[in-house]
Structures are given as structure tokens and as C-alpha cells.
């Protein structure tokens, strides 16, 4: 079973940036469609970003595109969440997924979140 570690959380002003890491470890990384996900307070959980198994497809929801940049390197068995240009409303924790059988970066989000495997998060606060 694969296992994920979320890092680089932390507090930053707006405007700033921050990289967040998700190890994985106890599965086959390289094949898996990777994604972020994150939840604010009182908030459902929302998909941000997704790529595929060799890193050539990226898939962004709206809110974030062109300020957040996924990446993975799969020597290292590690998803990277670049955020620039942050904003308040970006404020949330943020969730590393894995779809052991997703095939394209819109499985992770149609999937249901039972067949997602789920890092523990990492939190996410942007000051005004």
C-alpha cells in the first residue's frame, strides 16, 4: 500500500510563495496519477491540481492556474505543488493524492475519494 507525506506548509503574506513536497513510499509511484487537493475551514475539499504518470500532462482547476505549477520527479518517488502569487482564499490544508488506477489526470478527480490513497496534509496560511 502506498503511503504519502505531505511537507513544506507553512505561513506566508500574500503574494508570497511556498513549494509543497509529497513523498511516497510502499507502492509503484511511477505509475500512479498524482493530484492536490486541499480543504479550508468549514469548507468541502476541492481538487487543485493533477498530473500523470510520466509528468508530460497537467490538469488545474481554475482558481489556480497559472499561479500553481505540479510537477513530480519519479526517481525520488515525489509530487511537488509550486504556489506563487498567493492569495487569503488559498488558505486551507492541502492534501497529496494517489490514483493507483487512474489512467489520465481527470480520474483523480472524477474518482470517488474511497479510491484515492490520501497523504495526512499540510496546512496553508496566507496572511492579507
Known amino acids: 500500500q502506498v503511503q504519502l507525506v505531505e511537507s513544506g506548509g507553512g505561513l506566508v503574506q500574500a503574494g508570497g510563495s511556498l513549494r509543497l513536497s509529497c513523498a511516497a513510499s510502499?507502492?509503484?509511484?511511477?505509475?500512479?496519477?498524482m493530484g492536490w487537493f486541499r480543504q479550508a475551514p468549514g469548507k468541502e475539499r476541492e481538487f487543485v491540481a493533477a498530473i500523470n504518470w510520466g509528468g508530460g500532462k497537467t490538469y488545474y482547476t481554475d482558481s489556480v492556474n497559472g499561479r500553481f505549477t505540479i510537477s513530480r520527479d519519479n526517481a525520488k518517488n515525489t509530487v511537488y505543488l509550486q504556489m506563487n502569487s498567493l492569495k487569503p482564499e488559498d488558505t486551507a490544508v492541502y492534501y497529496c493524492?494517489?490514483?493507483?488506477?487512474?489512467?489520465?489526470?481527470?480520474?483523480?478527480?472524477?474518482?470517488?475519494?474511497?479510491?484515492?490513497?490520501w497523504g495526512l496534509g499540510t496546512q496553508v496560511t496566507v496572511s492579507s
Open positions: 493524492a494517489a490514483s493507483p488506477t487512474g489512467s489520465s489526470t481527470t480520474d483523480i478527480v472524477q474518482a470517488p475519494p474511497s479510491n484515492l490513497k
Open positions: 510502499g507502492g509503484s509511484f511511477s505509475l500512479y496519477v
